[in-house]
């Protein structure tokens, strides 16, 4: 398909657990965003890669999380040690430079 | 204080009605202003992109933005079951911010 992937569409984990949530970007598009979307709350800015410059991280909301991104491909968003606040859509977004971003349908993670 | 105010609603309409949604924000330095659909279990997609003060059309939709109130609106005319689905507003300082505010969203039902 042309658009953003994103697996798995849902995830269920134990509290304590660690998860990866992964994204295919549109082909050829140079950057790539990760928000978090939490229960009638709007998309919360995680973490931005642009090419090959160094990613804004400045919305991470912990050191439990990370996300890595190898040069215009696939970017794993991993959450350490996952607590029940954690639960939340996460979704992806890529753009070519900084215009519209088009999204993926996201991961639904619950944690139990 | 949210940065961006959204009434999340739910709003039920009959088909036919016009729709009318609206987000307040308090950080005067927003230029860039778009509307966002998100349909149940899908990622947002962007259905109008405005910049400055003024209006915008694009066939049943129309943009308004009064920066001098800090308030934009989404009027969506003769409304379809379709057009059911939460509707999120999203703004940004320049048009290379990567980094969006969102509103919370509106939830909207068409009633056919």
């Known amino acids: 398909g042309a658009g953003v992937s994103q697996s798995p569409s849902n995830k269920v984990t134990e509290k304590g657990k660690d998860v990866e949530l992964r994204c295919d970007p549109i082909?050829?598009?140079?950057?790539l965003y990760w928000y978090r979307q939490r229960l009638g709350q709007g998309l919360e800015f995680l973490i931005y890669?642009?090419?090959?410059?160094?990613?804004?991280k400045s919305g991470l909301p912990s050191d439990r999380f990370s996300a890595e991104r190898t040069g215009e491909s696939v970017s794993t968003l991993t959450i350490q040690r996952t607590q029940q606040e954690d639960s939340a859509v996460y979704l992806c977004?890529?753009?070519?430079?900084?215009?519209?971003?088009?999204f993926g349908a996201g991961t639904r993670l619950s944690v139990l | 204080q949210k940065e961006v105010e959204q009434d999340p609603g739910p709003l039920s309409v009959p088909e036919g009605a016009i729709v009318s949604l609206n987000c307040t924000y308090s950080?005067?330095?927003?230029?860039?202003f778009m509307w966002y659909r998100q349909y149940s279990r899908k990622g947002p997609e962007l259905l109008m992109y405005?910049?400055?003060?003024g209006n915008k059309e694009d066939g049943r939709f129309t943009a308004q933005v009064d920066k001098s109130s800090k308030y934009i609106s989404l009027f969506i005319r003769d409304s379809q079951p379709s057009d059911s689905a939460t509707y999120l507003c999203?703004?940004?300082?320049?048009?290379?911010?990567?980094?969006?505010?969102f509103g919370a969203g509106t939830t909207v039902t068409v009633r056919a």
């Open positions: 977004a890529s753009s070519l430079g900084s215009s519209i971003q088009y």
């Open positions: 950080n005067s330095a927003f230029q860039y």
């Open positions: 890669f642009q090419g090959n410059s160094a990613p804004d």
């Open positions: 405005t910049y400055s003060s």
């Open positions: 082909s050829g598009h140079t950057a």
């Open positions: 999203a703004m940004s300082e320049g048009s290379n911010d990567y980094k969006l505010s």
